[in-house]
Structures are given as structure tokens and as C-alpha cells.
């Protein structure tokens, strides 16, 4: 399961959820407004590497190459 960053709309509240999946709803704490990712910080390949493409959302993408 993975500990992952969000951030409300509403309220601004950034926070860490530990979810079962990375497309798992999550609420805010304080406001109970759905919250999306928060991506922040530097993003790394499968292979440990810095990369300058990755928007951090896997979904969206073939892979790291």
C-alpha cells in the first residue's frame, strides 16, 4: 500500500494518506472535500533515475524507458 501526498482545493490542507491503490478516492481531514495528487518533489524512473518527462502519474504514460 502506498503512502502518498495530497493536497485539498478548498482549504489548501497538503497531507499524506496511506491507500490500497494510487486511484483510491481520498477526503480531506479537515474540509472532507475530495482531494487530488500532490506532486511534488523529484520524480524517478523504475530504474532509480531522475527523469525530466515524468509528470508522476503512470496512467497517463507507456512507462519509463
Not at 8 to 32: I, Q, T
Not at 34 to 40: I, V
Request: proline share 5%.
Amino acid at each position: 500500500m502506498p503512502l502518498l501526498q495530497y493536497k485539498c482545493a478548498r482549504c489548501k490542507k497538503s497531507f499524506e494518506e496511506l491507500v490500497k491503490k494510487f486511484d483510491c478516492e481520498v477526503f480531506c481531514p479537515v474540509c472532507g472535500e475530495k482531494c487530488d495528487r500532490d506532486y511534488s518533489g523529484e520524480v524517478f524512473s523504475s530504474t532509480g533515475k531522475p527523469t525530466k518527462k515524468c509528470s508522476g502519474n503512470c496512467k497517463t504514460c507507456g512507462g519509463c524507458k
